[in-house]
């Protein structure tokens, strides 16, 4: 439970850092004594192509954008993801990328933390109800999704899929299935998110590959998706390349990942559309009033796991999910609990048996948020 809870929370400091504004990081950054040096206008151009290429960032992007020139093994995370250039020694980033420079250190400060309330736990038993949050904290609880990927734990034929998407897809993939079922088409960014979802919940690769090559080929022929498509589908499954066995993406790595264009159909609703079109796509599905200004409004709060935890509760009529969604499969797997009649929703007054909810948690809606929100 521990690395569970390290994960979670540096991927929440991840969100919350990259949201906000260029200046506000730098500013973050200089008082922990972190100081990238920026690129300058005169030296950025000497490098554009090669900057281009290995930040995958058109040239005229390129030359509005900051780029910033750090040593590289400041940024050892990025080396996986190819994430930047590197030149004698130092590495040059986006701004995108300046959250790499500080999240280890938050997570080794975690980690940190938690080895010293081990440690430190026997003194603080006398106080009774910081005993059930520290001890599954510290590892003597469970999650229910744990460190794996949040998969259904079952198979899934091709030929569910459409009602699937219609029953237990989260917005963001039936956004994508869609746009596939109508376009015979996705590009990288939706092909990689969903596929790498469809995954998740338990589609083989031989079924990956029919699954997309059935729908592909209603536009280009066999050759041509074999040649062009069928090696990165492969890829997600780790049978090519590097042959690393790739999880499903977390919603904090959709949001934070490449924004979609006019043109793409990836990303997350809740942070990606505008609220007229979220609001219309939320009224087609059946949402009433109500409904749907809380889910845009904890969207325009920049709250967009509770937005989406909101709208699985609409969807499916419970009242309380009393657990966040935090990735696209976990909704999936919920879902598909909550048809067979497996999850079971507390009452008001009933007795709880497990442990942490002992521990109040205040109200998402206290002034302090709304406050922050309206600002």
């Known amino acids: 439970m521990s690395q569970w809870f390290v994960r979670q929370e540096t991927e929440l400091f991840r969100m919350r850092f990259q949201l906000e504004a260029p200046s506000r990081m730098l500013q973050f950054l200089k008082s922990n004594n972190i100081n990238p040096e920026e690129v300058s206008e005169g030296e950025k151009p000497k490098m554009l192509k090669d900057l281009s290429q290995a ?35 130092h590495a ?9 420079l500080v999240a280890p ?41 744990g460190s794996k990927s949040q998969s259904s734990g079952s198979s899934v034929a091709q030929e569910n899929i459409d009602a699937l998407a219609i029953e237990s897809f989260p917005l963001c993939m039936q956004e994508i299935h869609s746009h596939l079922r109508k376009e015979h088409h996705i590009r990288y960014n939706a092909r990689n998110q969903y596929g790498l979802f469809l995954k998740g919940i338990g589609l083989s690769m031989e079924g990956a590959l029919d699954f997309f090559r059935a729908e592909f080929t209603k536009k280009m022929d066999s050759d041509k998706f074999n040649k062009q498509y069928a090696y990165n589908i492969r890829h997600m499954y780790g049978k ?27 990303g997350c609703p809740f942070r990606h559309m505008e609220s007229e079109l979220l609001t219309k796509k939320l009224n087609n599905i059946g949402l009433n009033e109500d409904q749907v200004a809380e889910i845009i409004y904890s969207s325009k709060c920049h709250r967009y796991d509770k937005a989406c935890t909101k709208y699985f509760e609409f969807v499916h009529k419970i009242p309380d999910l009393e657990e966040l969604i935090t990735n696209p499969n976990q909704y999936y797997s919920l879902s598909r609990r909550a048809h067979r009649g497996e999850l079971t929703i507390k009452k008001e007054n009933e007795e709880v048996e497990d442990e942490i909810d002992e521990v109040e948690i205040p109200e998402p809606n206290d002034p302090e948020e709304m406050e922050i929100c309206e600002e």
């Not at 040059?92 to 790499?100: A, C, G, H, P, Q």
Request: glycine share 6%.
């Open 92 to 100: 040059y980033i986006s701004s995108n990328e300046l959250v790499s």
């Open 240 to 266: 090519e390349g590097n042959r690393i066995d790739k999880k499903p993406l977390s919603c904090s790595s959709i949001i934070l990942g490449a924004a979609p264009t006019a043109i793409d159909c990836h």
């Open 55 to 89: 930040l995958i960032i058109p040239h005229d992007s390129l030359l509005k954008s900051t780029i910033f020139k750090v040593n590289c093994w400041d940024v050892i995370e990025l080396f996986a993801s190819h994430r930047l250039y590197l030149k004698e020694g």
């Open 105 to 145: 250190q938050f997570k080794e400060n975690i980690n940190s933390s938690l080895n010293n309330a081990r440690k430190k736990v026997g003194a603080v038993l006398m106080e009774q109800r910081l005993v059930p949050l520290l001890r599954h904290i510290t590892g003597a609880g469970t999650s229910k999704f």
